[in-house]
């Protein structure tokens, strides 16, 4: 009988043990924070403006470079934009509340009258001089969300947001 409870008691401690074991890959659960929401809820609308303004450059630009660099923006901001919704909805389900960026950052770069630029002329040249600070605000939260967030895959965004925004950025000042 005591060979019984004590084989009965080696079982369910094993049971306990593999129940209590998980998948610790930090991509299958949220780990997020308030400033990882708070990117998200900023970054989504301010790509979502430079998509505007690129389909803009792709129907007036007139050189090679601003069509080209329209395109790439249409193409990764809106996977970006997919991946951030993505992330989002993960950090809510788990519950997490937005905070702030602070600084002001969403602002910075946003609100170009679009209608200006379906007038400008030189096209070209008024298209890369609002991109710019478009493209500097986004890198400052991206910062900001290196500096401050917690989820993984909102970080890794971050650093490749701005990787190419900065390499636009040179690219933009050369052509001006």
Known sequence: MKMHTTLAALVA??????AGCGD?????SAAGNGTDRAFVAEMIPHHLDAIEMAKIAQERGQSPFVKELAEDIIRT???EVAELRAEDEELADAGV????????????GMGEDTAALERADPFDRAFLEM???????AVAMAKTELAEGEDPELR????????A????????REQL
């Not at 925004?165 to 933009?172: L, N």
Request: aromatic letters at 0%; glycine letters at 16%; charged letters at 25%.
């Open 165 to 172: 925004q900065e390499r636009e950025i040179r690219a933009m």
């Open 13 to 18: 401690a094993g049971a306990l043990t593999v």
């Open 77 to 79: 901001q809106g996977e």
């Open 24 to 28: 610790d890959d930090p991509g299958d």
């Open 131 to 137: 991109m710019l600070p478009h493209h500097s605000s």
């Open 97 to 108: 509340k937005k905070g702030t960026l602070g600084g002001g950052h969403g602002a910075m």
């Open 156 to 163: 890794a965004l971050a650093q490749e947001i701005i990787d």
